[in-house]
């Protein structure tokens, strides 16, 4: 019996040290990261990625992440995101604006962990949502846009019909009117976030077209290499693409999150996490204007005249009175600028885009 | 009409990739195995590909390796299905998943890399002739092995003793191996073949069309030449139409986008689709009537009674 009561302590020994080296471990916060794309695909999912370096290197020895690439927007996320929070991680973010519902579904599931959702508007009491004002740099694009194009026309190739899409786009147009009022902008829809090879031929498509300055709301840098291999100007997405067009990129809307990701980090660590909106722009450092390049210099000072301007605050880019495609005022929620919600919400084109918003 | 030779131009590099994966594919099922590693097998010819030009300086040397990789690719589904006898759809699925991750590990140290792409063919006066000059005699040495490919196939399948063997394994393997050919040997060389060809469409990807590698850079377009096998009812002249078909019509709805056609884009885009399932069910209603193209043992497992 004796050599039993050994044997029993010692195994309770060893599961009470293996739950104390446990729980010394989860003392790192664990954090986790949905993203769509692969990391490598030089844009969007790919600088949600230098965010959570940064946030890792800042918070060194306090946090523990890790990441899931490649993941499908839609029901099949729910999974992903459930397979982090189950693996006790406490703090998840979602990087894509498809990911909405699943966050909210997981979230409700497990009340104890925290979620962050990119670029959507559902909270909930451990949702909090974060986006960055990436339309503050279409609007100095169109600008630039307006100025460099001979033939008049901007080439715009765009993934979904959501808010955010559709708000840049307006954006874009505004900035570019407010230089060249007969701007026309061609649109077109490749129905995908990443398929490098339909993104190139949307490119040439644009081009043959006569369109000579190209935009994308798309993520690889596909685009960015016709636009050089053709001698035209382009404008990178996400993440600054020079490397593809050193000859064609004008400027690029580039987004940092790593200073958000590790005040968040940071907010858990503190236990004073808690829900809410986070849209920061030009003046707080989320949305970065790549340098501006192979441009005239008036151009380039008017870019970053425009620049500081929104950055002060001054310039508003949805600064009404704002006329829609068909002509009619748009109501005006926010004083003298359309406000959040309708900019977060947006489902209708400006006046001067020639195009039908896909399922509307 | 600059405009024609321009939406052409487009046209052919959009489809030279799904002819060169549908036409080894095309060998692949007419031997009665069918390999739904398609994707798998492609993104791997691509990421190698594009490794080895970049390290090789050298397009050729490249496509070499892409096609090696795809059929080491094909190899690991021949052990399974041929060696053991695995289900093939579980195979093939199995692969595609397997090339997905190896080829974003492969590819990782090269994204962000710049290669110089394939040249295209230039002869003085042929391809300045208006029209018809850049698309005849002005494109890369893919698009031109692409169409001997299939001619080859075709001249193979139909014209040849070897070929007649390969079908008659496909549609009854049993009768074939009673008359003593072969069947799991033309079978392992059938499906190394496909794997070869996947390899070069995948290729084709980094070293021409995007010039540059990016993980899941095929987005797609294996399945697109599995669906383009079917619809072209497993005949090599119906495949060279089909691919370029297929090719328009993504070509096409761009183009009728940015001009404002107002065509929803999204029906458009599944209009590839939709045409193999109507081909699927003309398939099937004409059977009886005028014999299908489709072999026989397709998909079927088979062992040797020794």
Redesign the interface.
Known sequence: MKKWNIIAMAAVLAIAMATFGASYAAEKLKIGFIYTGPIGDLGWSYQHDVGRKAMEKALAGKVETTYLENVPEGPDAERSIEQLARTGHKLIFTTSFGFMDPTLKVANKYPNVFFEHATGFKRAKNVATYAARFYEGRYIQGQIAAKISKTGVIGYIVSFPIPEVISNINATMLGAQSVNPNMKVKIIWVNSWFDPGKEADAAKALIDQGVDVLTQHTDSPAAMQIAEQRGIHAFGQSSNMIKFGPQAQLTADTDYWGDYYTKRAQAVLDGKWASGDTWGGLDSGMVVMAPYTNMPDDVKKMAMDTQAAITSGALKPFKCPITDQDGKTVECKGGDQLDPGQILSMNFYVKGVDDKIPGK | MQ?FE??ML?VI??ST?LLLAAAGELVTERSGVLNLGLEGMMIMGAACAFAGTDLSGSVVVGALCGVFAGVAMSAIFAIFTLGLAVNQVASGLALTILG?GLS?LI??GF??Q?ITPAPQLHLPGLTDLPLVGHILFGQDAFVYLSVALVIGIWLFLYRSRTGLVLRAVGDNHTSAHALGYPVLKIRALAVLFGGGCAGLAGAF?PLA????F????T???GWIALALVVFASWRPGRLVAGAYLFGAV??LQ??A????L?I???LM?SLPYLATVIVLVLISRTRGISGSAAPASLGVVFVPDR
């Open positions: 405009m321009a939406i487009s590099a959009a990739p997905t974003g590819g990782a994204v962000g710049r990807l069309y995007t010039p540059f990016i993980p899941g850079m987005a797609g377009r993504s070509i761009l183009h986008q940015a001009l404002g107002g929803p884009s999204q885009s």
